[in-house]
């Protein structure tokens, strides 16, 4: 049996069920609603401050807002979806031990992947620098605005929190939501990109110079996600890279 609203052959969206699939305009519109708040936050930062100052965002006050906002938002976007017919099983979460060792697979290939895309990066950068285009190259170079030690106030526990709740609440909107609906209708190639492009876009305030690692990101869990179907390894993987993010921050940076 093929389903009818995919145009990918290979890929089985069977499990989208037919009653769920709507017009594109409401899941770009739903979508809209849960990620645009923060492209333009995203966009309104990157162009208003100077590369590398998003690390000035973080700190308990930012984490906790952003919390109550995300967590509201969330519990809204579940209710709109109970309301449309939307089961726990169509989210495809799949928590469990294996989808866990698939998490923590994900985490190291992407870590991997970010690890080849900085070795590139440097080598791109060598060549270009001596070079009339080495402003090119001198876009996606990772740079940091002067942060005095103990600058920034994370505690742990508002971390773990907010970076949990986070994983959540953008892989179910990106994947769980967007990509199965948009994969069932015009396929999974189309999705896979579609997940690229709204990743890219909602993480602008981070700067030109991080755009490369989060289009990477982005990919490989477009693509794994195209092929296995388990939300949780994505949910887990995101939760630790950014956990990790953060706890290299407070490290450097952070209070003791």
Known sequence: MTNPYANDPGVDDRLVRPELIVPAWIILGVAGAMLGWGAAFGAWYGMT???GSFYLLFSDHFFLVNGVFQSSALAAFLFYLHRRGWRPADFR???????TLSGLGLLAVTYGGFFGLAEFSRFIVHVLAPTPDGWIAALFIPRHVPVPPGAIHITWAVAIVSMVLNAFYE???????GFNLWAAKYGARTAVLLSILARMVVHTYQGTEHILPIALW???FGIWYRYHRALWPLILAHMLIDLISVGQLKAIYGSH
Request: proline share 10%; charged share 10%; hydrophobic share 45%.
């Open 49 to 51: 401050h100077p590369p």
């Open 93 to 99: 979460i799949r928590m469990g031990a294996l989808t």
């Open 171 to 177: 892989e179910i909107v990106y994947m769980g939501y």
């Open 218 to 220: 982005a990919t490989i």
